[in-house]
């Protein structure tokens, strides 16, 4: 089984910053990306971030220039430092990652966190 655990979030003053964490654990054999995803009262999900194992990175053009991702790959870890937030940052933030387990089979499949709430406001 995997579990993703988040941290980081709260509350902060525009202009301000934080930084998130995502460590994955369990039976995993393979993380192919790691990213996070956010979601404000009444709108879907989006895409805030998302690094391969690769090393490649995608930024949604709202956070470009203010957040950054990153990836300790020996903790299976993924964090977002997020600079300048601002009000509209306001949202729960979910980590999500793609990963291989093996027991049986070798099954992929996206695995997300319980999400931690992230509040600009002054």
């Known amino acids: 089984q995997v579990q993703l655990v988040e941290s980081g979030g709260g509350l902060v003053q525009p202009g301000g910053s934080l930084r998130l964490s995502c460590a994955a654990s369990?039976?995993?054999?393979?993380?192919?990306?790691m990213g996070w995803y956010r979601q404000a009262p009444g709108k879907e999900r989006e895409l805030v971030a998302r690094?391969?194992?690769?090393?490649?990175?995608d930024y949604a053009d709202s956070v470009k220039g203010r957040f950054t991702i990153s990836r300790d790959s020996a903790k299976n870890t993924v964090y977002l430092q997020m600079n300048n937030l601002k009000p509209e940052d306001t949202a729960a933030y979910f980590c999500?990652?793609?990963?291989?387990?093996?027991?049986?089979?070798?099954?992929?499949?996206?695995?997300w966190g319980q999400g931690t709430q992230v509040t600009v406001s002054s």
């Open positions: 999500n990652a793609r990963i291989t387990t093996v027991q049986f089979l070798k099954i992929t499949r996206d695995y």
């Open positions: 369990g039976n995993i054999f393979s993380i192919n990306a």
């Open positions: 690094t391969t194992s690769g090393g490649s990175t």
